[in-house]
Each structure stands twice: as C-alpha cells, then as structure tokens.
C-alpha cells in the first residue's frame, strides 16, 4: 500500500470505498459516497442510457459497490488477472499437444481407460488449437502501475454489473484518485482488444458459477430422493373387510353412547349398500 503514501486522493478513496460496502443495502442508498457518483454527469448519463439502470436506486447501487470493491481490491490485492502472453499459450498448445501424442502411442492394455474417453479427448484436442478463451496480450504492453490496474478492475467489475464497458464512468471514478486522469488515457489501457478479452473472461465466469450451481442444485436434488425405496404394497382388502376394521374402530370408542351409536349408524350404512359382512368378520 506504498502508493497510499503518496496520494492522498486514492487513499481518500479507498477509506470511502471500504466503509461504503460495509454498509447494508438501504444505508449504501443512502450515503453521501453513493449520490456524489449518481449525481455526477457521467453517471447520470449512463444510467439514463442503461434503461434497465434507471429504473430503480437498488440497481445504480450494485454498480457502485462493484465499483467500490475494485477500489478496495486495486488496493489490497494488486494486479487483476489478465490475458495469457503468446508464449505462454503457445506453451500449453505444445504440451496438450506432447501429450496426445504420447496417449495415441501408449498401449491400450495397460492405459487408463478415461484416457480415450471422449469426456477427455475433446478438452485435449481443445488445448492444442484454442487454449485461451481470451485473446493474449501483447509482449509490449504497458507497464502495470497501479492507475492502471485500478482501470482494468473498474473495467471487469462494472462489465459484471452490466455487460458494459464505459469509459466516460471509468475515467471518472478514476480521475477521483489521479485527477489529470483523461478519457484518451484510459482508452490507450482498454483498448478494443482488452475489452473483448474483458468481456469473454466476465462471460466465462458467469458460465462456471452457473455450473456450478446447477452442480450443487443436481447433487442437492439426488440427495433428497429416499434411496431404497420399498414400492407401496397393494391393498387387497375387500370392501366388506374394510367395513368390518371401520366397525372395531368405533367399537372402541372410550364413550360407550358413542361407540354404540356410531357402530349402529355405520352397519345400517353398509347394509344399505350391500356391504355383507363374513360371520368371522363380525
């Protein structure tokens, strides 16, 4: 956190980010953090164009605390993830690559059978051509100071809230910190190159939560199915058996009145309709 040191404004920042998302829902609404970035132009421009964005406060408030998590995670845990270099995704075509090689040699008799499964074949035949599901970056590209930094996690983090890449709203928030921060500036850092790698790394990890959760909802489902189930056993009962099991139920009744009355009324009923009982039954 050397940089805090030294400017005062992301530092300013950073203490107003961290005590806005301890906040609850209804408090970050509102905060004074949260109306200085909704009554900025930029925002308000934004916003307005994102109709699904102007339609409620809660929604404006996901994209701010997205933005005051990058702030904080810019502070604390540095630099995002990025894109793979060319060598290193040359470097995995290679050994996916080796490695089929060597499986397609192997002999059958002694090779695990998953090897050849096509579960496995077809992610290694994936790795050979198209490992990355970004575009690599560049061996030149900038160095990563922190204001950058700070640009590609405001990047990824409002791309999740809203499948977008503002660069108005970005070089605003950043400007925060750096003020001579300008739009060419943060334009020369998301280049239309880093924001499609941006937008398909957001898309892939919405991808692998909803796996796993369908995961978790599937296992979740399995185990709440009784196992071992024994099928229901058919009632063969006649119906003048069951008459005769209603009849000792009532017969039971603690109040003498009672069980004479209700076993009376239940035999008239059954003769009535022609429920004949056996002489064993009665």
Same mark, same amino acid.
């Given at each position: ?14 203490? %107003? ?59 604390? #845990? ?162 003048? %058996? ?13 109040? #003498? ?14 003769? #009535? ?10």
């Amino acid at each position: 956190m050397t940089t805090l040191t030294t400017n005062s404004n992301l530092a300013l920042m950073y203490d %107003q980010a961290g005590a806005f998302l301890n906040l609850d829902q209804t408090a970050r609404a509102q905060s004074d953090w949260f109306r200085s970035f909704r009554d900025d132009k930029d925002f308000r421009s934004f916003f307005k164009k994102k109709k699904v964005l102007a339609k409620g406060t809660s929604l404006q408030v996901t994209v701010i605390s997205q933005i005051a998590r990058a702030i904080v995670d810019c502070i604390e #845990e540095g630099e995002p993830d990025l894109a793979p270099t060319g060598s290193e995704v040359n470097d995995i075509m290679k050994s996916a690559t080796d490695l089929a090689t060597k499986l397609t040699a192997a002999r059958p008799s002694w090779l695990a059978p998953g090897a050849r499964t096509r579960g496995f074949q077809e992610p290694l035949r994936t790795l050979q051509t198209m490992p990355s599901i970004v575009p690599p970056r560049t061996g030149g590209r900038l160095p990563m100071t922190q204001r950058r930094t700070l640009i590609i996690r405001l990047a990824h983090a409002i791309c999740e809230a809203c499948d977008e890449i503002p660069i108005r709203v970005i070089t605003a928030v950043v400007a925060r910190a750096w003020e001579e921060t300008l739009e060419r500036q943060v334009y020369d850092v998301l280049t239309a190159v880093e924001r499609v790698s941006i937008q398909a790394l957001v898309e892939a990890k919405r991808r692998n939560q909803a796996d796993v959760e369908n995961t978790a909802h599937l296992a979740l489902s399995r185990a709440s199915v009784p196992r071992n189930r024994a099928a229901p056993t058919a009632d063969t009962r006649t119906d003048a %058996q069951r008459l005769a099991q209603a009849l000792e139920i009532v017969g039971g009744c603690a109040d #003498e009145t009672a069980a004479i009355v209700l076993y009376d009324a239940l035999s008239a009923a059954g003769t #009535e309709l022609g429920l004949e009982l056996d002489s064993t039954e009665q």
